[in-house]
């Protein structure tokens, strides 16, 4: 039988082949990617990931990057430069960063867009024209 993890064996202690998501370690073994590089799902070699779990970004040098650590405040983007969610109190901008509601809409907590405000803060409302208005 062949070691775990592996889909081919010159002997019964070394594999030559592993199964998708694993990499041929040096002792001939095979290991998770992720065991080598973090966050990696797919790798080529040990030092290079090609696929990157969920929420991770595959940077330049072949690791595996959060969207946050690329774009400031971002929770969920489509590449190192393109953020598709921003961190709570944040809107995408019109350059794919993530810009707080209330430097978009003055007083503004929450909003869904750059001019649509869902809440604001203490002692304001939302208008009618989705903007904060001082409490009367």
Do not use: D, E, G
Request: neutral net charge; proline residues 5%.
């Amino acid at each position: 039988s062949c070691l775990p993890n592996c889909m081919a064996c010159t002997t019964t202690t070394q594999c030559s082949l592993c199964q998708p998501n694993y990499i041929l370690s040096p002792t001939y073994t095979c290991a998770a990617c992720s065991s080598y590089i973090p966050n990696c799902f797919t790798c080529t070699t040990t030092t290079q990931c090609s696929q990157c779990q969920s929420n991770f970004l595959l940077s330049s040098n072949y690791s595996c990057v959060t969207c946050s650590s690329c774009i400031p405040n971002c929770l969920t983007c489509a590449t190192t430069t393109q953020c598709a969610q921003c961190q709570p109190n944040y809107v995408v901008s019109s350059n794919n960063s993530c810009i707080a509601c209330s430097s978009c809409i003055p007083n503004c907590l929450t909003c869904a867009t750059t001019t649509q405000c869902s809440q604001c803060q203490t002692n304001y409302i939302v208008s009618s024209a989705n903007a904060c208005v001082t409490c009367s």
